[in-house]
Nanobody
Framework: QVQLVESGGGLVQPGGSLRLSCAAS????????MSWYRQAPGKERELVAV????????YYAESVKGRFTIFRDNAKNTVYLQINSLKPEDTAVYYC????????WGQGTQVTVSS
């Protein structure tokens, strides 16, 4: 069964950095694109970044472009989200999702940016 486990969140001051990890299992990781989403309280879950199966191409939401970097290590079945220059509006629960058929979410990891 597909399993996704996010980690790496925490409380960070504005301008700080975090690296989020998503450990995947239950499928051939290198065959799937992976995505990061985030959801703030009372708001819709929004797509943040996408990376193709090989890691050769990426996509970013305009709101995070230039500050966030998605990358993956297929040997470790892990996709990462490097977050730099954090802003208070980045505060949210961050989730990873597998591409392709089906919808699979992890438990999420909380990112809180203090003001």
């Amino acid at each position: 069964q597909v399993q996704l486990v996010e980690s790496g969140g925490g409380l960070v001051q504005p301008g700080g950095s975090l690296r989020l990890s998503c450990a995947a299992s239950g499928f051939i990781f290198s065959s799937y694109a992976m995505s990061w989403y985030r959801q703030a309280p009372g708001k819709e879950r929004e797509l943040v970044a996408v990376i193709t199966s090989s890691g050769g191409n990426t996509y970013y939401a305009e709101s995070v472009k230039g500050r966030f970097t998605i990358f993956r290590d297929n040997a470790k079945n892990t996709v990462y989200l490097q977050i730099n220059s954090l802003k208070p509006e980045d505060t949210a629960v961050y989730y990873c999702k597998r591409g392709g058929s089906g919808t699979y979410w992890g438990q999420g990891t909380q990112v809180t940016v203090s003001s």
